[in-house]
């Protein structure tokens, strides 16, 4: 095959180093091969899963789904070693305000009155875990109800757009129900709990939290800290600072979560901000919410390489994709995003689309509690990283015959591996010395130059290699005493120098030191014997200098360049990432390899930092020591081509039996991978793909509809909504718990409850509940009022109509129109063409509203247009039950009340879209709904 070969070695057994130096001397210099070494005895972190969200609306479609179909839907997402498997199950609490699509219930509507069946994530969290008992199971607030916020602090400490903070020591009481509800209630185990979603916190409220839950008893539920955005804050300024000076926060958290990570600020470009987490010792870092990208084709790539580079780049241990399931409406926000598409209930179509397979590749090989191999560069141990998309063209033999030692005067080399950190020195005549440690590595990365005589000392992280003899360095500056460099940064101290001898090298000596080498611009001086940590120090300030009167100095006056900014990120062959079940020599072993193009795998939230993968085939020859083949006959085999015309899924290939024979102390086998695949090996045969039933209706996103949250260029339904439709709202038509049938809410919450009066035959009706005030949204405050929608976004031409009646008890006496004791005129309306990729704002569309003694038709923008109004003459008052619907066709709008038109006019904004019930903050009251 044209390419290269890719060597992994999966040693269980530890290597004498001397035989390995040997190794890597003859494969570079006598064959075209890499070798990356994959030690099954340097394991890293343990693997905490990949998981989905419950949130934002997203299950709201699947619980009306026939019950078989969603059990089977059910069982792609949550059965063990079967369709996605999922590890984690992240739930929404919902708090009564839009979350991204629209609203969930909230368990504590009012202070003190608890109800702990409300919404549908309980019954997501049970069918999960009678699944799979195993199952991790993750809460987190997404907003809070209204009663909750202190509405008079300062926005800027809130976040864009609100009015107010929540109370941190209330939410954190709030929380902690939550969690005691799921026990006491539910029979559930939360096993880890975030704070709130992508909004500024304070360390107090964390550690309030910490001690609510262990009042409660429980101390195995843990806090996941941040669940926000990395870099410059997005939600959370200074997070690392606030965990790292508060070591009550910091013992009160088990980890951070990061919502899109290496997207938004890939590894690859800012190791400078994940360092200050990695040094976080014993705390997990997670990618907390991940993906958001529309599922056809490019997004199973795209989430393929996230599950892996995730790890590789960023040492990020779990991903949780937003959103699990999406079962809400085409023509809002985000659709066409997650695992399954479960948006037809009234058909029963499903979709089991790309990142189910994208999933299953390393959920279904492997465990939470697993343990990854730690990354390694071909001179390294450990079994995780990226395959170099082609050999690299060595100018000479530069071995490995320094690893485990660290010295001082090197200087930065800017490369993304070990291997090319050598070749860069071993192209360099005057390069006398290599040494590279994985980022994770305080300072890790890679330094070249020639290191300081006697600076050498044992560090087992470092790799690193010594040309023997190196080429003459070229002369020195001509620096004979220290008067050649002025003192002119003397009583002053700053990081990144490194050391120059520790009270051996006087002043002077130290100045003609860095004089002398053309790549240090500062160096410091201290007299050791009376200065803690004295002696020279010299090299390129990273830091401010700061006053310090002990120490002496001088900077380069007519410095040399700086060096050249790092290369750009290496082309790659894709990554593969190693997981052992545990460190025994007969651990299970599985091996994940992606091959994803950059350019055929872009993610929502970005790619940078991530090369291109060569368009070929390549060809990977896998060796594993004789302890693994003495325990393991087989590696068993799965495969899925992601390519846009292909249709394999995690399909089971042939078996590779392991050899008998060994050569060398291992035991090989050859295999070639294409671009754009996904390679599961494991020496585990208990995966299984997933076969829908021969009945269900099969659905599939279609390719290039989507990106992002944005709106979708092609409809993903398989059978629109079918017109006529109407309801009473009758147990009949109730489909789960006290939902009304299909509708949807974007705003407030509307259920199904008991007729207090007997004035029409049907003995339910549907209210809206949230009554008190708005509850703030999860991104900038929704001008949205309470709307809950169904049926189609191409609907143009057709009907809406509904028979509701205001609550009297909202109205302040003899005050016209009805208004409640704030002065909030009391409302229904009708909604028809409403969605419009709604998240957070208006819903688009128009509503016919009534109040207590006017009409008004209204263009549903932001801010609203009222294109039509009067007053009613219909006679129906307070508490009496009125009639009115809003029929569309074409341009022209028709509003009727009690059978008669009130208004005929013409408006082009919106052509198509959903209908919809809608209202005041108030208890409006609904005996039907129709259209048609």
């Not at 570079?28 to 890499?34: E, F, Y």
């Not at 709202?729 to 207090?756: C, K, W, Y």
């Not at 128009?846 to 003459?873: C, E, I, K, Q």
Request: charged share 15%; hydrophobic share 35%.
């Amino acid at each position: 095959h044209i390419g290269w070969h890719v060597t992994i070695a999966l040693n269980i057994i530890k290597m004498n180093p001397r035989r390995v130096s040997c190794l890597l001397i003859c494969t570079i210099t006598t064959t075209a091969a890499i070798t990356v070494n994959i030690d099954t005895t340097a394991t890293g972190p343990e693997f905490d899963g990949v998981g989905g969200c419950s949130a934002g609306t997203g299950p709201r479609l699947l619980v009306d789904y026939p019950e078989d179909a969603r059990d089977e839907i059910l069982d792609f997402l949550f059965l063990p070693n079967y369709g996605a498997s999922l590890d984690i199950l992240k739930l929404e609490i919902g708090g009564q305000g839009d979350s991204s699509t629209g609203t969930e219930s909230t368990h504590e509507p009012s202070p003190g009155v608890f109800d702990f069946q409300a919404g549908y994530e309980w019954f997501m969290a049970k069918e999960a875990v009678r699944r799979n008992p195993d199952i991790v199971l993750y809460g987190l607030p997404w907003t809070f109800p209204s009663w909750l916020y202190n509405t008079n602090d300062p926005p800027e400490q809130c976040g864009v757009g609100w009015k107010g903070c929540v109370n941190g020591s209330l939410a954190a009481q709030y929380v902690a129900d939550w969690v005691r509800g799921a026990r006491d209630v539910h029979n559930l185990t939360i096993n880890y709990i975030g704070f709130q979603n992508e909004k500024p916190w304070r360390p107090e409220w964390v550690i309030l939290l910490r001690q609510k839950l262990d009042a409660f008893n429980l101390h195995h539920t843990h806090i996941i800290a941040g669940d926000c955005g990395p870099g410059g804050g997005f939600q959370s300024p200074g997070l690392a600072a606030k965990l790292a000076n508060n070591s009550e926060l910091l013992d009160s958290i088990v980890g951070v979560g990061f919502h899109y990570p290496n997207s938004i600020l890939p590894a690859n470009n800012d190791r400078e901000f994940y360092q200050q987490f990695w040094n976080l010792s014993g705390k997990k870092l997670w990618a907390s919410e991940d993906y958001s990208t529309y599922s056809d084709s490019n997004g199973g790539r795209c989430l393929a390489k996230l599950i892996n580079r995730n790890y590789v780049d960023a040492n990020l241990t779990a991903l949780i994709v937003w959103d699990m399931i999406w079962a809400w409406y085409d023509g809002l926000a985000c659709s066409g995003q997650g695992l399954i598409w479960a948006g037809e209930p009234w058909s029963g179509a499903i979709g089991i689309v790309d990142t189910v397979w994208s999933a299953a590749h390393t959920t279904q090989v492997t465990e939470v509690g697993w343990y990854y191999l730690k990354k390694a560069g071909p001179w390294g141990t450990g079994g995780s990283g990226y395959i170099p998309s082609e050999t690299p063209q060595h100018t000479c033999s530069f071995p490995a015959n320094r690893s485990g030692v660290q010295c001082s005067g090197l200087h930065p080399g800017g490369a993304h591996s070990a291997l090319e950190c050598a070749k860069l020195c071993c192209d360099d005549p005057h390069c006398a010395d290599w040494e590279w440690a994985d980022s994770s590595v305080t300072g890790g990365g890679c330094w070249l130059g020639v290191c300081s005589p006697g600076s050498y000392s044992n560090n087992s992280v470092w790799n690193g290699g010594h040309r023997s003899p190196p080429q003459p360095l070229p002369p020195p500056t001509k620096c004979t005493s220290g008067s050649n460099w002025p003192s002119n940064a003397s009583n002053l101290q700053c990081g990144g120098l490194s050391y120059d001898g520790v009270g051996s090298v006087s002043r002077d000596q130290c100045a003609i030191n860095c004089c002398n080498d053309q790549s240090c611009t500062t160096w410091e001086w201290a007299d050791a014997k009376s200065v803690s940590g004295g002696g020279c120090w010299r090299g390129t300030c990273t830091s401010s200098p700061v006053k310090n009167n002990d120490w002496t100095g001088g900077t380069r006056v007519a410095p040399s360049p700086p060096p050249p900014p790092p290369p750009p990120p290496p082309s790659v062959g894709g990554s593969y990432v190693s997981y052992v079940s545990n460190t025994s020599s007969n651990a299970d072993v599985s091996v994940v390899v992606e091959t994803m193009n950059n350019d055929d795998s872009g993610c929502a939230y970005g790619n940078s930092g991530w090369g291109p993968v060569p368009n070929q085939e390549q060809n990977l020859t896998i060796c594993m020591s004789v302890s693994v083949c003495a325990n393991h006959a087989q590696m068993f085999v799965r495969f899925s081509d992601m390519r846009v015309n292909s249709t394999v899924r995690f399909k089971q290939l042939a078996s590779i039996d392991l050899p008998r024979l060994f050569s060398n102390g291992q035991c090989c086998f050859d295999y070639t991978v294409m671009q754009n695949c996904i390679y599961s090996f494991t020496t585990r045969n208990n995966t299984h793909k997933g076969t829908p039933a021969p009945t269900t209706r099969l659905s599939h996103a279609p390719e290039g509809a989507g990106r992002g949250c944005g709106p979708l260029s092609e409809s993903i339904t398989s059978e629109t909504f079918p017109l006529p439709y109407s309801t009473h709202f009758t147990n009949a038509s109730i489909r789960f718990s006290n939902f009304p049938e299909f509708l949807s809410d974007l705003e407030g919450v509307f259920r199904v409850g008991s007729q207090q009066e007997e004035d029409l035959s049907n003995s339910l009706y549907l209210t809206q509940h949230v009554t008190t005030a708005r509850s703030l949204a999860h991104g900038d405050e929704s001008s949205q009022l309470p709307l809950t929608v169904i049926g189609a976004k191409s609907w143009s031409n057709y009907s809406v109509g509904t028979t509701a009646r205001l609550p009297s008890v909202s109205c302040v006496k003899d005050v016209s129109p009805c208004q409640d004791i704030n002065g909030n005129v009391v409302n229904m309306s009708v909604y028809g063409r409403a969605g419009h990729n709604y998240a957070f704002s208006s819903a688009g569309g128009y509503a016919l509203t009534l109040t207590s003694s006017t009409w008004s038709v209204v263009r549903n923008s932001d801010p609203n247009v009222v294109l039509a109004h009067g007053n009613r003459m219909d006679g129906m008052g307070v508490s009496e039950w009125v009639t009115f619907n809003l029929t569309m066709k074409g341009a022209t709008l028709a509003a009727i009340i009690e059978g008669k038109q009130v208004a005929l006019l013409n408006d082009t904004s919106y052509d198509s879209g959903l209908a919809g019930l809608g209202s005041s903050w108030h208890a409006i009251q609904y005996a039907d709904l129709s259209i048609s």
